[in-house]
Structure formats: C-alpha cells, structure tokens
C-alpha cells in the first residue's frame, strides 16, 4: 500500500475520531435520549460540542475532495513525492484544525484549514 492511501485510511480514522467527540459532545448537552429519538426541536449546540460538530462536518466535506485526488492519483500512476508531500500536508493539517477548532482558536484553525487545501492543491496540481 502506497503512502498516499494509508494517509487516506488514517484521514478517515481520524474523521471517525471526530464524530465520536461531536456524538459524545452532543450528548453531554442534550442527552441521550434526545440524540437517539427523531431529533426534532433538538436545542442548539453550544461551546466546544457545536465547534467539534462543525469541524467533523468541515473534515467531511475535504475528506470527500482528498479521497478523489488520491485515488485518481494512485489510479492515474501519478504519486511522487509531491503527491505525497501534498497528502502529509492535508492530513497533519486536518489534524491540527481539528484540535484547534475544538479548542476554539479563531485565526489559527483558518490558518490550519489553508495548510490543507495546500495539500488538496499540490495533489491536484499532479493529477490534471
């Protein structure tokens, strides 16, 4: 397995990590039984559970962008060493806004989620 898919794997590891804070966030605030009915009037998030829900959201949406690029890239034959570095960018990246946002620094989660889209970007610049 290449490097490239094995960041993958763990960018998915690190997503499902994710919505366990936000499940377990949710539920410190609303409680189980409301999370486990409908769902409907369910009172806002607030502090760190809302800001864990919105960075698992926002992973999901780049999870999805990143998985097309590594795969066309591996499909492609095209993984180098900037496909790689582009991956290393993204997931370390991820993984800093993912902290950063729950911890709820403003600035540097943008500044985080810039560095991966650096990553997305490197990945695309070798696939087009």
Same mark, same amino acid.
Request: charged fraction near 10%; proline fraction near 4%.
């Given at each position: 397995?290449?490097?490239?898919?094995?960041? %993958?794997?763990?960018?998915?590891?690190?997503?499902?990590? +994710?919505?366990?804070? #936000?499940?377990?966030?949710? +539920? @410190?605030?609303? *409680?189980?039984? #409301? &999370?486990?009915?409908?769902?409907?009037? %369910?009172?806002?998030?607030?502090?760190? #559970?809302?800001?864990?829900?919105?960075?698992?959201?926002?992973?999901?949406?780049?999870?999805?962008?990143?998985?097309?690029? !590594? &795969?066309?890239?591996? !499909?492609? *034959?095209?993984?180098?060493?900037?496909?790689?570095?582009?991956?290393? &960018?993204?997931?370390?990246?991820? !993984?800093?806004? #993912?902290?950063?946002?729950?911890?709820?620094?403003?600035? %540097?989660?943008?500044?985080?989620? !810039?560095?991966?889209?650096? *990553?997305? %970007?490197? &990945? @695309? @610049?070798?696939?087009?």
């Amino acid at each position: 397995m290449t490097p490239e898919l094995k960041l %993958l794997i763990w960018s998915a590891v690190l997503t499902f990590v +994710q919505m366990l804070v #936000a499940v377990m966030g949710a +539920q @410190l605030q609303v *409680g189980l039984p #409301a &999370l486990a009915g409908n769902r409907e009037n %369910l009172p806002p998030l607030t502090g760190w #559970a809302e800001r864990a829900r919105r960075a698992h959201l926002n992973m999901l949406e780049n999870l999805v962008l990143f998985a097309i690029l !590594v &795969l066309v890239a591996q !499909v492609a *034959g095209k993984t180098n060493s900037m496909t790689l570095l582009g991956c290393q &960018l993204f997931f370390w990246a991820r !993984v800093a806004q #993912a902290l950063i946002h729950v911890a709820g620094i403003p600035w %540097l989660r943008t500044l985080a989620w !810039v560095v991966s889209v650096i *990553g997305l %970007l490197i &990945l @695309l @610049l070798q696939v087009i």
